[in-house]
């Protein structure tokens, strides 16, 4: 067998490809909205054990978890919405 004559079982696979920079590959890019996320602030705050037990015990990303907690409880307290 000679060298590149190999076929992959992908029949047809290069002819359905878009190429890239065609208007198919790249429409999309007018449509997105880059959100840069706002700077978290570094704060220091002191909670009970069971409360901090509880969102570690949750998993992985407990202070998000906290923060979202926080966020729910200023919005419907009626302060600043992000």
Do not use: C
């Not at 290069?14 to 704060?43: C, F, H, L, M, Y």
């Amino acid at each position: 067998m000679k060298r590149g004559s190999r076929r992959t079982g992908k029949r047809g696979s290069r002819r359905n490809r878009t190429q890239a920079g065609s208007p198919a590959d790249t429409a999309w890019v007018r449509s997105v909205e880059i959100a840069v996320p706002e700077v978290k602030q570094a704060i220091s705050f002191r909670v009970d054990p069971d409360v901090l037990g509880f969102f570690k015990a949750q998993g992985p990303r407990y202070q998000t978890r906290m923060n979202a907690v926080l966020r729910a409880y200023v919005t419907v307290h009626g302060g600043d919405e992000k």
